[in-house]
């Protein structure tokens, strides 16, 4: 099979587009094929996990033709047998002043802990490879372990390349609100993941605030010691381009015991209804929870002086800044429930929104493109009404989740009605995605 194949390769020595993969071909003949009998080659695709070295040799071979490169490699520093390979010094680094777009997928298979968290691997693999390309325009797969390498960090910035995407889990050695907020002011992200292990203080808070103009995903699941009610609020009116807000794990009832919903940030209704929203136009997921006074639940802990009348004037206003939300796909505002933990009661909101219509749900019919929306562990009151209302003004949705798994007191009939005219909404499934 490889001899068939590299035979009709060198037979069309003048190809400029090469796909390679989902076959068996030797270092050695790939090494040849690349760096010597396709001297046209200006797009090369390789669909084969390689190892680091290899990947290395391969690029800085490369034909000076060469405009893009797509190829996966494995993050194992552990090469194996590959003494067929040539040493460094006996291949040439080619400049290649025509290569505009290198990929490259980093894939994790038992590498160290140390390469993984500092770069390590992906710095003997790029570097000095790119002093070969000095017009590289895209990299694609520029995560945020290798931005943490200053060597790595500092050659994309000679080509004006970002890094978009800061996930504070893969930055070990960062935990200082200081150290964090130097990070944040380091590049223009457009997404933003934090650890609830890490400190975030006020710099960190400043410095989203000072970068928020870019940023399209904030997630700060877990870090409610960190950001309050007034801290998300002050989020939301900067940033001006955010597609999906997430401040709620549905893993976490899995892996930690007895976990309460208190380590997930909240926004208080109040707060809330005197946001500006900026971003309004954007937002396609909310994952978080708002709470309201429910003078209506047992054992309420705010002031009992609100009656029944200032908790629905509150909850209508709430509705009605969502209803700015118009693009939105999904509207989570429970604890996600994703159906393998056992029900907690101390996951339970008492102060969630009602989801009625007495409390204004009818406020949010400008929401035509809604397909899921999740009310898990609220205490709402969905009924027979409100799922008649639910069909009649929001034609795409597909999933109704929390109705009755982790309802503690359904309304009446509410399940009939969805097992004879909704059953799809019944299942408690999630089709909520991480990535934007």
Known sequence: MEDAIASLLRQNESLTNVTLGAFNMSPKTLMRLTSKELSNLQDLQLTSIMRPRMAKLLLEGLPESIRKVVMDVTLNSNEGNETVLPRAGDLALRNHDLLENLTICWKWDGAD???????????????PFLDSCPNLKDFGEY????????????????????????????????????????????????????????????????????????????????????????????????CRALVKLIAIDGALPIAVDNMDPILSPTISGADFIQQDWPSAPSLKWWICMITVPRPDIDGDEHDHTINAMETRRIQR????????????????????????????????????????????????????????????????????????????????????????????????????????????????????????
Request: a negative charge.
């Open 113 to 127: 802990i140390d390469d993984i968290m500092f770069g390590a691997t992906e710095e003997s693999v790029l570097i």
């Open 143 to 238: 995560t945020t372990v290798m931005f943490g390498n200053q060597r790595i960090r500092t050659a994309f910035d000679r080509f004006g390349i970002q890094c978009t995407r800061l996930d504070f889990g893969a930055l070990i050695e960062i935990s200082t609100d200081q150290e964090m907020a130097h990070i944040i002011r380091l590049s223009q992200w457009q997404e933003i993941s934090f650890d609830f292990f890490k400190t975030v203080g006020p710099q960190t808070l400043a410095a989203i605030l000072e970068h928020a103009e870019h940023l399209q995903v904030l997630d700060v699941t877990c870090c409610n010691r960190h950001f309050s009610s007034q801290d998300m609020c002050a989020f939301l009116g900067k």
């Open 317 to 436: 206003q709430v509705y009605q800044k969502l209803a700015q939300l118009t693009g939105l796909c999904e509207l989570c505002l429970g604890l996600l429930d994703i159906g393998e933990a056992d029900v907690q009661d101390s996951w339970y909101q008492t102060h969630s929104l009602e989801m009625t219509l007495e409390s204004g749900l009818d406020g949010l019919a400008p929401l035509k493109d809604l397909e899921v929306l999740d009310v898990s562990y609220m205490m709402h009151k969905i009924g027979v009404q409100e799922l008649e209302w639910m069909v009649a003004n929001w034609p795409k949705l597909e999933r109704v989740k929390g109705l009755f798994r982790s309802c503690r007191d359904p309304v009446p009939g509410a399940r009939e009605w969805v097992r004879k005219h909704r059953p799809e909404w019944e299942g408690e499934s999630s089709r909520f995605e991480r990535q934007p």
